[in-house]
């Protein structure tokens, strides 16, 4: 099974790359964001609880993060593997997800790293808030505190792959296309 962490900070494009991804590999994409907004839209308990850290910029609490990531692989039965899109966000996390594969049979293969400046990830929330009307990604002070957590509390987590041999760092920098190539070779050397 291969079980992918694509981690970087916002707009970094885990989005867009996971996309290629899935496809290539036949992966499920579980993107705790898009798992969060979901839970928002419908204003379940869930949603309204990470609504009020997400609208400060702010990680969701572990504990609820990670049951909701735990309910949503067990939904699938005999897959081919999980990209991990924003998660695991801190250290904690990363061990509770290694637990939990562990307790299913299988674990991490890679964490795919992509590596963006600072400048040019501004650029991309700004781009993609004119398009995708995410309001989270409007908001310069909220960009820069979601940047400032990233830095702060989920950069550490690729110490955390690194020491078990299973961290690739990416350049995020260069055509869609272009990034999406590297991801693949980085893949295919596993």
């Known amino acids: 099974m291969l079980n992918i962490v694509l981690f970087g900070p916002p707009g970094a494009g885990k989005g867009t790359q996971s996309e290629r991804l899935i496809e290539k590999y036949g992966l499920v994409h579980l993107s705790t964001g898009d798992i969060f907004r979901a839970n928002m839209k419908g204003e379940t308990e869930l949603g309204l609880l990470a609504k009020s850290y997400i609208d ?3 990680l969701v609490p572990d504990e609820v993060t990670i049951n909701m990531l735990r309910s949503e692989v067990l939904k699938h039965h005999d897959p081919k593997g999980f990209i991990f899109d924003g998660f695991p966000r801190t250290n904690n996390q990363a061990s509770a997800l290694d ?3 562990t307790e299913t049979g299988t674990e991490i293969s890679v964490m795919l790293a992509l590596e963006v400046e600072e400048s040019e990830l501004k650029v991309r929330l700004k781009k993609r808030a004119e398009v995708s009307g995410r309001a989270d990604d409007a908001n310069p ?5 979601r940047i400032h957590v990233y830095n702060a509390e989920t950069a550490p987590v690729k110490d955390f792959y690194q020491e078990q041999g299973k961290f690739v760092s990416i350049d ?3 055509s869609i296309d272009e990034i ?3 991801l693949f070779e980085a893949i295919d050397k596993l």
């Open 56 to 58: 400060k910029g702010q």
């Open 141 to 145: 002070e909220v960009i820069a505190n």
């Open 99 to 101: 637990s939990f594969l």
């Open 172 to 174: 995020g920098i260069g």
């Open 180 to 182: 999406t190539h590297r």
